[in-house]
């Protein structure tokens, strides 16, 4: 089990923390998750080398370094308790470009480690006071040498970097000095110590945008001593210092990957603390019973006997916490992954016509040929701020008409199957039909259950072309046979939404939207609170695992169970919360989550 400690503090603004190496960096028991791999040098680039070129009067080279091999594609060896002489990879000092694309109009790199500052003072030169470039052909570390730089200020100034000039034409000439050339105009903006993202000192540098400012930039880092920051570092980092619980770095990456404003707004609340919140009170609350349950197992006979009623009425408190944070595990299941919903009917049905209202896009072709879809259409849209991506299918019929249909309609059936949700759109001119009934056979053959298909909802397509027939809509509705509506709707099952929309003049839309979200268990649009967090897949499990271990401890207290028996179901419920938040957790769970990060976060 790896336990969260503090990485080394800023060596910068902070000092030895005690006597003991294991007391003073805990964090030496543990190491990088194993996905963490150094990346091969062409990531950092060439520098300036790629100014070099014939016809030049003046040519740069870039000084070399040492530190260069630490991006060299030897693997990294992290300290371990059995090899703590191993390379030291909390003393080291990370650099990233963490702008976006490379067309951006600014560019961002990040440094974070005892050598930020130093670095920041060996390469950025100050603007004067009369807003000119102060280079007066002092070094930036001379320059430099009695500066200190103040957190969370900004400061403007120009990035230089050591190169060998030579004078001469283009057959070269004698080197005469080193000196240091601009390599950008930029801002620098230093984040020391407790105060930073990684709790760390951090230098952020904002230089114009592309790809070659910020990878010269990034070059003159690396020269001094820094090395790329591997994919999650700048996050686990943060973790491993205290910064951010487990939760809070998931959030992080949540926020990244949100596809929606309302999958933003939860992983924001994620961010804020506001399972940590509860978390940290459920856990609380256990510590402070297993102290209780374990002095009455050591101390039995000096102790006054436990009151069970008391006992049972803090796990029942436990475990009803525990099933409100499991009751947002599956809004946070879909904001995380996406909602899936399946299009099915028979051909010309108008299928493809309502994929492209509700996506409000022309994505399928839509003619009055029956059979004009073969394969899988898909678009993507918003409902109940969940992303949804649509799947238009082809027509079911059994009278294919080629192999290529057949395939199509084999297709269809899987992607039903597969779903979150299935719209079964009916026309509305013709009505219920032989078809569609065979269609529900096909998904639920004699003998299945209705629970065997995604929730279903009923479509009654194209009313607009029926207006003025004097059909009703109960009319519409009822034209479904009972033994068909008998098999969607079995006794003590749930009822099939059934919705009347028009593709051309949109009637219905928002309502299709209302019942999917509804059917698959989201509160939809108008019931959603964006303060609220949501549990992901991982943090679901250990709640569930928590939810279950207090479910036995309550059945051990009600039936007498002896003490020591509750203690051990105690425990367990709390080790579920510890491994929730990261206060003890296994590096294959570390693994799974950072390697989903980009470099730079």
């Known amino acids: 089990m790896l336990r969260r400690g503090f990485l080394k503090q800023s060596s910068y603004r902070w000092g030895h923390t005690g006597s003991s190496p294991a007391l003073a960096r805990p964090w030496l028991l543990a190491r990088p998750p194993s996905h963490w791999r150094p990346l091969p040098s062409s990531v950092v680039g060439s520098g300036l080398s790629s100014l070099h070129g014939s016809g030049r009067r003046v040519e740069v080279s870039r000084t070399s370094s040492s530190n260069d091999a630490s991006t060299s ?12 002489g191993a390379e030291d990879d909390g003393d080291d000092t990370i650099a990233a470009v963490v702008s976006g694309g490379p067309n951006c109009s600014v560019g961002i790199v990040r440094i974070s480690g005892p050598a930020a500052v ?3 003072k060996s390469i950025f030169v100050r603007t004067s006071r009369s807003g000119s470039p102060a280079l007066d052909g002092l070094g930036a570390a001379e320059r ?33 000095a080193a000196k240091e050339v601009v390599v950008d105009e930029a801002l620098a903006i230093p984040m020391l110590g407790r105060r930073s993202y990684t709790a760390e000192d951090v230098v952020e540098f904002q230089t114009h945008g592309g790809s070659i400012c910020t990878r010269r930039v990034l070059d003159c880092c690396v020269a001094l001593g820094a090395r790329v920051a591997k994919p999650g570092e700048f996050t686990y980092r943060a973790f491993m210092n205290g910064r951010l619980d487990l939760t809070q770095a998931e959030a992080v990456a949540s926020v ?14 994620g961010l804020d603390g506001g399972l940590r919140d509860l978390v940290e009170g459920m856990r609380a609350s256990c510590v402070g019973l297993l102290a209780r349950v374990d ?21 029942k ?6 099933g409100e944070a499991l009751g947002t595990a599956r809004r946070g299941k879909f904001l995380e992954s996406g909602l899936t919903v ?3 009917g028979a051909p010309n049905v108008g299928k493809s016509s309502l994929l492209n209202a509700l996506s409000g896009a022309e994505k399928a072709i839509v003619t009055e040929i029956a059979g004009t879809t073969r394969d899988i259409v898909e678009a993507t849209t918003d409902m109940g701020g969940v992303a949804t991506k649509l799947l238009d299918t082809a027509g079911i019929r059994e009278d294919v008409s080629d192999m290529v249909e057949e395939l199509g309609v084999q297709r269809s059936s899987a992607a039903a199957r597969a779903a979150d949700a299935v719209v079964m759109v009916v026309n509305s001119q013709v009505g219920w039909g032989e078809r569609e009934t065979q269609i529900v056979d096909s998904l639920l053959p004699p003998g299945s259950g209705s629970s065997e298909l995604p929730p279903l909802v009923l479509v009654f397509n194209q009313v607009d072309a029926i207006e003025g027939s004097g059909l009703t809509p109960a009319e519409i509705i009822s034209a479904v046979p009972t033994h068909v509506m008998e098999r969607l709707e079995p006794p003590g099952g749930p009822e099939v939404p059934k919705v009347l929309t028009s593709a051309v003049t949109g009637e219905g839309m928002p309502d299709i939207r209302k019942e999917v979200t509804r059917i698959v268990g989201l509160k939809g649009e108008d019931g959603y609170s964006k303060s609220v967090w949501q549990l992901n897949t991982r943090q679901a499990a250990c709640l569930q695992v928590c939810s279950d271990r207090l479910e036995e401890l309550i059945t051990a207290v009600e039936e007498g169970w002896p003490v020591d028996c509750c203690a051990v179901h105690l425990r367990g419920a709390l080790q579920a919360l510890n491994e929730l938040t990261g206060s003890d957790v296994t590096e294959d769970v570390l693994d799974s989550i950072f390697s989903q990060f980009c470099i730079g976060k």
């Not at 594609?73 to 703590?84: K, M």
């Not at 000096?302 to 803090?314: A, F, K, S, V």
């Not at 408190?317 to 525990?322: H, M, T, Y």
């Open 144 to 176: 430099n040498a009695t500066w200190e730089p103040c957190s969370h200020r900004v400061y403007h100034g120009h990035l230089v970097e050591a190169a060998s000039v030579k004078a001469g034409g283009e057959d070269g000439g004698r080197s005469v």
């Open 118 to 120: 130093p670095i920041l």
């Open 317 to 322: 408190d436990l475990r009803r916490s525990a």
């Open 256 to 269: 990244i990957n949100a596809r929606t404003v309302e999958a933003a707004d939860a992983a924001l609340a």
């Open 342 to 344: 399946a299009l099915i």
């Open 73 to 84: 594609s030897a693997p990294l060896s992290f300290p371990t308790a059995s090899n703590p």
């Open 295 to 315: 002095a009455h197992i050591d101390y039995e006979d000096e102790m006054e006997p436990l009151d069970r009623g008391e006992i049972l009425e803090m796990c």
